[in-house]
């Protein structure tokens, strides 16, 4: 359930209240009666943890997950005796 802040306009009193998002906006003050008003704040939801890549994030982690994986593709061909080649995109149409 989400988390939302309010602001009196009379006390200034700033509390938080845990309601579904279907629930309607507090209206009143509990302490003094004065008006109410939602305030918009940053959420502390971060995609971090088990089950999310290491390449997600701009870290020491992510470059050498990126440096294994670079290393690897190449070390593939190697092994395989291929050469890497580039190859000619055939949707790009020459100007000839």
Known sequence: MPVYEYKCAKCNEQFEVMQ?????????????GGELRKL???????????????????S???????DAKTSTAAGNDKKNG????????????DSN
Do not use: H, Q
């Open 60 to 66: 020491a982690d992510r470059k050498k997950a990126m």
């Open 82 to 93: 291929k050469k890497t080649e580039k190859k000619k995109n055939p949707l790009k149409l």
């Open 20 to 32: 579904k998002i279907t629930d309607d906006p507090l209206t009143e003050c509990s302490a003094c």
């Open 40 to 58: 918009i704040t940053n959420t502390s939801f971060v995609l971090k943890g088990g089950g999310w890549y290491v390449t997600d994030y701009p």
